[in-house]
């Protein structure tokens, strides 16, 4: 029985050493608790690699394995699956936040671009109402005067 105290007392549970421990040559992680807790957050490009690599396992406990591995549990898996099929991990892959500030030529360029496509739009409604006004003239028998060179 004094035995089993003393391996008791010199490896818990959960296979830590405890004081009484020998742990020559062995670095010991800081023991201190952060001030403040991170809450952990996953990109959405990591989300699909674990749902992919969990899909790709056929052996029993290869799922376990690579949550364990990871640190991670399995409603990871169900919620990060079901937003994969509701399409979330898509969108969310997409950048978020401002976009990149346009140089001044982007600038001119996008503006000269939006004006050159209204002044199509407005020029093929010109055509659209001078086609009908011809046809309407030679319905009603009114002849048009010809265009000059300059009006063309």
């Not at 007392?9 to 023991?31: E, H, K, L, N």
């Not at 996953?42 to 690699?49: C, G, I």
């Not at 690599?53 to 364990?68: K, P």
Request: include cysteine; charged fraction near 30%.
């Amino acid at each position: 029985m004094a035995g089993a105290l003393a391996t008791e007392g010199a490896r818990g549970a959960t296979g830590v050493a405890g004081a009484g421990a020998v742990t020559a040559g062995v670095q010991r992680s800081d023991p201190e608790v952060a001030a403040k807790a991170q809450r952990r957050r996953f990109s959405p490009e990591y989300k699909l690699r674990i749902i992919e690599e969990a899909d790709a396992c056929r052996e029993a406990g290869e799922i376990g394995a690579l949550l364990r591995r990871e640190g991670l549990y399995t409603s990871h898996l169900s919620i990060w699956r079901e937003q994969r099929r509701a399409g979330a991990l898509t969108v969310m892959a997409q950048r978020r936040g401002r976009k990149a500030k346009q140089s001044p030529l982007e600038k001119r360029l996008a503006q000269v671009e939006r004006e050159n496509t209204r002044l199509r739009e407005e020029l093929r409604q010109a055509h659209v109402i001078i086609a009908v006004q011809k046809k309407l003239s030679g319905l009603l028998g009114i002849a048009l005067p010809e265009a000059s060179e300059d009006e063309r």
